[in-house]
C-alpha cells in the first residue's frame, strides 16, 4: 500500500505544481528518492517516528532529481535524497535548509554469473567499467537522473568515458525505480550500477551475482534536507525538525537503521550516518 500511494501521489503532485501543502500540525510530507524506499526503510522510520511522537509522516517517490524538482514547487516538508551536487545546488538556489547526514550504503556492480567482461574481483571500480567497454558487453543504465543515475554518471567520468554505442542500454523505464531497473537488467542478462540494498531485496528473484564490490568509490550517502520555510512559509518545518533531530539520534532513528535488514538479509542494509552518531563513535 506504502507504495501504491507513493505513486499515485507523486503523479498527483508532478501534475498539479502548486498543490498546497497539508498545514496539518502532527504531519509531514516528505519526497524520498526510491531506493531507500523499496528497501522499506523509509516506512520502518516513519511508523517508528509516528510511534514515538504522534506525528506522521508520509512520501512521495521518486528519483533524486524528481524528488528534488517537486520539493522546489513547496508541496513537501523535506526530501531525503543521494546525489551531493544536487542537494547543494538545491540549497544554494535557496529551496532547503541545509544537507543532514542520515545514512549510507553502498554501490555494486552486478552482472551474470558467466561474467563475460571478467571484472569479478576487479579492487577498482573505473577498471571494471573499463573492461566492460573493452569487451562491449551489455549494461543497462537507469537513465533518469535520480540519485543511482547521477552516482553512475560520475564513476563513467571518474574512468574517463562517455558511455555510448549498442552495448549500453539506457532502461526506458527507468524513473520507476532500481528494482525495476535490476529486474530489467536480469531478464536482459547484462551489467548494471545499483544499490546493494536493492540487490539483496531481490537477489532471491534473480540470477545477477554482485561483481565488483568495496570500493570507496561505490559509497552512497542519503541526506535530508528541510524545504526553506523562508521561501515556503506553509510549510511544516517544525515538525520536520523534530523527524529530522529523531533520525539523527543515536537511539533512536540512527539506532533503528543499525538493526535494520539484519533479521532478513543477516546484515544491515544500511548504515548511520549522523554527525550525532559520528560524534557517539568518536568518544568510543
Avoid at 128 to 138: R, S, Y
Amino acid at each position: 500500500m506504502r507504495k501504491v500511494f507513493s505513486f499515485v501521489l507523486c503523479c498527483i503532485m508532478l501534475s498539479l505544481p502548486f498543490t498546497a501543502q497539508a498545514q496539518q500540525k502532527g504531519f509531514i510530507l516528505m519526497a524520498s528518492t526510491i531506493g531507500p524506499i523499496d528497501a522499506g526503510i523509509v516506512a520502518t522510520l516513519e511508523d517508528q517516528f509516528e510511534k514515538d511522537s504522534g506525528i506522521r509522516v508520509r512520501h512521495v517517490g521518486a528519483g533524486t532529481g524528481a524528488a528534488l524538482k517537486i520539493s522546489e514547487q513547496g508541496t513537501v516538508d523535506l526530501v531525503m535524497v543521494h546525489a551531493k551536487s544536487l542537494e547543494e545546488k538545491f540549497i544554494a538556489e535557496g529551496f532547503g535548509t541545509e544537507r543532514i547526514p542520515v545514512m549510507y550504503n553502498d554501490f555494486v556492480i552486478v552482472g551474470p554469473a558467466t561474467d563475460p567482461a571478467g571484472i569479478k574481483g576487479v579492487t577498482s571500480a573505473t577498471d571494471a567499467l573499463k573492461k566492460i567497454v573493452e569487451k562491449g558487453v551489455p549494461f543497462v543504465s537507469r537513465g533518469d537522473k535520480s540519485g543511482t543515475h547521477v552516482a553512475e554518471m560520475e564513476l563513467w567520468k571518474k574512468a574517463g568515458i562517455t558511455p555510448a554505442g549498442s552495448w549500453y542500454e539506457v532502461y526506458a523505464k527507468g524513473s520507476e525505480g532500481n528494482a525495476a531497473t535490476l529486474t530489467y537488467t536480469d531478464q536482459k542478462g547484462a551489467y548494471t550500477f545499483m544499490d546493494r540494498a536493492t540487490y539483496l531485496s531481490l537477489q532471491k528473484s534473480i540470477k545477477l551475482v554482485v561483481l565488483v564490490e568495496k570500493d570507496e568509490a561505490l559509497l552512497n550517502f542519503i541526506s535530508v534536507i528541510p524545504v526553506d520555510p523562508k521561501k515556503f512559509p506553509k510549510a511544516n518545518y517544525k515538525d520536520a525538525m523534530k523527524f529530522v533531530q529523531w533520525l539523527t539520534s543515536p537511539d533512536k532513528g540512527q539506532k533503528l537503521i543499525v538493526d535494520f535488514g539484519i533479521d532478513t538479509y543477516g546484515s544491515p542494509l544500511f548504515f548511520p550516518n549522523s554527525p550525532e552518531w559520528q560524534a557517539l563513535q568518536g568518544k568510543n
